[in-house]
């Protein structure tokens, strides 16, 4: 069953911790994207990576990172430097001749308290 | 920098009316727009994308790049239109999508 798979669905994390989401998918897709989405503000672009081994900020990095060591897989740490880092959390991926027809994931909420 | 604006948070219509939900945006470049939409408990998908002039489910969208304008229209609302819908445009430099608030869209019966 082909797609991409976001784990945990929900996560807890005290303030101050480092947490890192997971995302994978088995598309064979080139492009990886990191979105947050906070009500009423959509969806913001925090990180993205066109290809293995190399990836670029977004509009909203700052207090996040991001590895792409393999293709299927783009992990996303939201440091303790995150100033508000309760969120909805969305990872996407596409392939490089289509980068328009994003498919996302279920996405992960953590609350941080 | 480029943006995205859908100034309704809630769209309501009863079934059978018109629906519109627009989105305005602001780009220096040749503006390449979609819009996507979430259906309750499903993954946001890609709707439509306005350079394949096509009508998916019944809805259309036409760039108007005077109004810099790419509203989404469907002459005759169904129940299962009641979504999330984002309008989202293309940065060509980044080839990363730039989304707008979202607009939910609720059809009563």
């Known amino acids: 069953d082909g797609g991409i798979t976001q784990s945990p669905k929900y996560l807890f994390r005290k303030e101050g911790q480092n947490v890192t989401l997971s995302c994978e998918q088995n598309?064979?897709?080139?492009?990886m994207y990191w979105y947050r989405q906070d009500p009423g503000q959509g969806l913001r672009l925090i990180y993205y990576?066109?290809?293995?081994?190399?990836?670029q900020k977004g509009d909203i990095a700052e207090g996040y990172s991001v590895s792409r060591e393999k293709k299927e897989s783009f992990p996303l740490t939201v440091t303790s430097a995150q100033k508000n880092p309760t969120a909805f959390y969305l990872c996407?991926?596409?392939?490089?001749?289509?980068?328009?027809?994003?498919?996302f994931g279920q996405g992960t909420r953590l609350t941080v308290v | 920098a480029q943006r995205v604006t859908q100034p309704e948070k809630l769209l309501s219509v009863f079934k059978g009316a018109p629906v519109e939900l627009k989105c305005n945006y602001s780009?220096?470049?040749?503006?390449?727009l979609f819009w996507y939409v979430q259906y309750s408990r499903q993954r946001l998908q890609l709707l439509l994308r306005?350079?394949s002039r096509e009508s998916i489910k019944g809805f259309t969208a036409d760039l108007n790049k005077g109004e810099t304008s790419f509203h989404l229209k469907k002459p005759f609302a169904q129940e299962e239109d009641s979504a999330m819908y984002y309008c989202?445009?293309?940065?060509?430099?980044?080839?990363?999508?730039?989304f707008g608030s979202g607009t939910r869209l609720q059809v009563q019966p």
């Open positions: 996407a991926s596409s392939i490089n001749r289509d980068r328009e027809k994003a498919f």
């Open positions: 598309l064979n897709h080139d492009a």
């Open positions: 990576s066109q290809i293995v081994n190399d990836f």
């Open positions: 780009y220096s470049g040749s503006p390449e």
């Open positions: 306005h350079i």
């Open positions: 989202a445009l293309m940065d060509t430099g980044r080839r990363a999508l730039t």
